[in-house]
C-alpha cells in the first residue's frame, strides 16, 4: 500500500480533528491574484463545514466576494510521526444577517472567559454589526495523520 493511502484520514476522523483543533489558515485569492492566507478561529457544522467570522471591510472578505473559491488547513505535530492535517478545498459563502453573526460570535467565544453570560452578551452585540459569517462548503479533502505509520517506517 502507498505510504498516502497509509496516512489518509476517513471522513469520521476529519471531523474528529476539525472539532479538536482552534485554527485554520483560509488562504483566499487577492485582487493581484496571489494567495492570501489568514489565521482564523473556526467552528464546524455537520458535514464538515467550516464556519467563522470576520469583518465586513476586511480584506478577506473582500476577496471572497471576488472569488468563493478557498482553501483551508489546519495543521498540528512538530516531529514527522505527529504530523495530522486537513487541506480543505471549498467554497465559501458570505452572510451578514444580524442574528446569524451573533450565533456565530457566541459560539466561537463560548471558551473565552468573559465571567458572565451579560458581559459576552454585550461583547458579540457591539461587534456584530461590523462583521460577516463565512461559511465554507467542503468539495474535497486531502488529509495526512503519519501516527498511521509503523515505527521506523521513514
Given amino acids: 500500500m502507498k505510504k498516502r493511502k497509509q496516512v489518509e484520514m476517513t471522513e ?3 471531523d474528529v480533528y476539525l472539532g479538536r483543533q482552534k485554527k485554520v489558515m483560509l488562504a483566499s ?3 493581484d491574484g496571489r494567495p492570501h492566507v ?3 478561529g473556526y467552528l464546524v457544522e455537520p458535514g ?3 464556519v467563522m467570522t470576520g469583518f465586513r471591510k476586511s480584506q ?3 476577496n471572497i ?3 468563493a473559491d478557498i482553501s483551508l488547513l489546519v495543521e498540528s505535530g512538530d516531529l514527522y510521526e505527529e504530523l495530522k492535517g486537513v487541506l480543505i478545498y471549498a467554497r465559501a459563502e458570505i452572510i451578514d444577517e444580524t442574528d446569524v453573526v451573533i450565533d456565530a460570535l457566541r459560539r466561537l467565544s463560548q471558551d473565552a472567559n468573559y465571567g ?3 458581559a459576552l452578551a454585550e461583547t458579540v452585540a457591539a461587534t456584530a454589526k461590523n462583521r460577516v459569517v463565512i461559511r465554507c462548503s467542503p468539495e474535497r479533502f486531502i488529509s495526512w495523520d503519519h501516527s498511521k505509520l ?3 517506517v521513514y
Avoid: H, N
Fill in 116 to 118: 458572565e453570560e451579560q
Fill in 29 to 31: 485569492q487577492g485582487r
Fill in 150 to 152: 509503523a515505527k521506523g
Fill in 60 to 62: 478577506k472578505t473582500l
Fill in 65 to 67: 466576494e471576488r472569488s
Fill in 48 to 50: 464538515c463545514v467550516v
Fill in 38 to 40: 489568514v489565521p482564523m
Fill in 12 to 14: 469520521a476522523e476529519i
